[in-house]
């Protein structure tokens, strides 16, 4: 009986080929018709790269075949958001200010993960400029979740998350700039993590907030989770990237490790909040209990000015969107406005039909949050409460290794269910002041919810250039949820799962 991919994990897959089990090009093939037969229903994709993706496989088969060691995650599928530059593909950030933009670079994450032996097999759609939480402000389509595709994916790397989910690959790289990995790794059932500020090369990512944004990857398990941070951090500071910093560790290390003796940090707060459901409330007490039984003891934390990571997540976040996005001018690059007279009317008309409706909204809320008379009011005092929040972090530390929340206040909503954007931001809650710290985050699916059965999920965060430490807590966490066999909580999502894939 022939494999389905879908069954293996990027590092069975990686040591499936370097012993000859299977091909990087089977392997490849097998990605290429599992999206051929899942995009129908599911659409993670923006761009599919067959031409690429086999060239790449062709190659490590040739490295295979003439005895030369093979990387750690040779032939292994993998999902690039489009907001990533890779030679051979657009990069359109899911707008029409950049839909024929053909990359002329590659971004240094996602060479490191190719020079880690992945096979890029496409970019996958996000919310345009990875403004939004669903993945529904693409202007080209929206990304439907593999579990209820009725329902979004959440956002903006919906359409990364969506593909590991769907079983078409089991590796992808999302950018995360207030919860954009882990809370769609939430909504879909997989592992997302974003690591902290400056871990990872931003160099070549389509900026949204600078100080803010973090590359990351998404996988079926913490382990495979564990090999990509290696590829992503492994070869150091990256001298393109000024906020770069070498903090390169085996992230598998220490999965196995117990956590007896550590301490687990819980804000009651946060499990009383307006809008969290009681199936992600329970879901996450649930983990607690567990990492509790795990050797952990569980301690209470306070975040004192959290109540304000919201509000200047919304004011630092548009004021440098607006910095970032001002280069779309429709004269250098990007769409550009035939037959106009001039060049003012051409940027200004350029601007108008490039950028969809939320894109305007924060480059219009961020030039104004920067005009004279507001930024002194607004800009100011978000930095001020951010530098508050990192320091309540800081003494929350003092007191556990981990903090322990939702990744999401709710699982899965459907397709136009919120169309007011305030309430669309509100389910980044858990999320946003992990990034106005610079902190890193995992979310782990816990299996499905009891009342919706749909994805449930914890979050664990933990201090600065302490990723390591995060994914052992995030490992233990995993093992407890596990099957009696040891497989994760979940799963490809059934209506996915065998659909294309086969290896010959």
């Known amino acids: 009986m022939a494999t389905n991919l879908d069954t293996l994990t990027a590092a069975q897959i990686a040591a499936g080929i370097a012993a000859g089990q299977f091909s990087a090009r089977e392997v490849a093939t097998a990605s290429l018709d599992a999206i051929a037969a899942r995009e129908g229903a599911v659409q993670a994709f923006l761009q ?26 040779a032939g292994v599928p993998l999902a690039i958001k489009d907001n990533m530059n890779l030679v051979g593909t657009r990069t359109t950030c899911a707008s029409r200010m950049l839909e024929n933009y053909e990359s002329v670079y590659t971004a240094t994450c996602v060479q490191r993960m190719l020079d ?39 956002g903006s790397s919906g359409g990364s998350a969506a593909a590991v989910a769907a079983g078409e690959v089991p590796l992808a790289l999302g950018s995360d700039t207030g919860g954009s990995i882990r809370q769609p790794a939430a909504l879909c059932g997989v592992v997302g993590c974003k690591p902290t500020y400056g871990a990872v090369s931003r160099y070549g990512v389509v900026a949204f907030g600078s100080s803010l944004d973090q590359v990351g990857p998404f996988g079926r398990t913490v382990e495979d989770v564990a090999l990509a941070m290696n590829a992503l951090v492994g070869a150091g500071r990256d001298p393109y990237d000024g906020t770069s910093q070498d903090c390169a560790v085996d992230f598998t290390e220490h999965l196995a490790d117990s956590i007896e003796g550590r301490r687990v940090g819980i804000i009651p707060a946060f499990m ?21 039984a795990a050797g952990a003891e569980l301690v209470e934390v306070d975040l004192p000015h959290l109540d304000a990571a919201i509000a200047a997540y919304y004011v630092i976040g548009p004021a440098e969107a607006f910095s970032n996005l001002a280069r779309f001018d429709g004269i250098r690059y990007g769409y550009q406005e035939p037959d106009c007279p001039n060049l003012d009317t051409q940027s200004s008309l350029s601007r108008a039909h490039g950028f969809g409706d939320e894109a ?16 002194d009011k607004y800009y100011y005092a978000a930095q001020k409460a951010r530098t508050l929040i990192t320091a309540d972090y800081a003494a929350a530390y003092e007191k556990c ?11 899965a909503w459907r397709h136009g269910e919120i169309s007011d954007p305030t309430q669309m931001y509100l389910s980044d809650l858990y999320t946003i002041s992990i990034n106005i710290a610079g902190n890193g985050g995992i979310s782990v699916p816990l299996g499905l919810g009891a009342t919706s059965r749909l994805p ?21 966490l995993e093992r407890a949820f596990a099957g009696a066999d040891g497989t994760p909580a979940l799963g490809v ?12």
């Open 48 to 73: 599919v790269s067959p031409e690429l993706a086999l060239a790449v496989a062709d190659r490590i088969d040739a490295d295979r075949a003439a005895g030369k060691p093979l990387p750690p995650l």
């Open 116 to 154: 880690a032996g992945c096979v890029p097999v496409g970019k996958a759609n996000m919310d345009e400029f990875a403004f939004g939480s669903s993945t529904e402000s693409s202007a080209f389509h929206p990304t439907n979740n593999p579990w209820d595709v009725a329902r979004i994916p959440g």
């Open 272 to 292: 009383e909040a307006e809008g969290l459901t009681d199936e992600v409330r329970d879901a996450v007490q649930q983990a607690a209990r567990a990492l509790e």
């Open 360 to 375: 305007k909204r924060r480059q219009l809320l961020g030039a104004y949050l920067l005009s004279s008379g507001v930024y």
């Open 401 to 411: 290794d981990v903090i322990l929340m939702p990744a999401s206040p709710r699982t």
């Open 456 to 476: 449930v999920a914890a979050q664990l965060v933990g201090p600065a250039f302490k990723d390591r430490m995060l994914l052992m807590f995030a490992a233990a």
């Open 493 to 504: 999502a059934p209506d996915c799962a065998g659909k294309g894939g086969e290896l010959a």
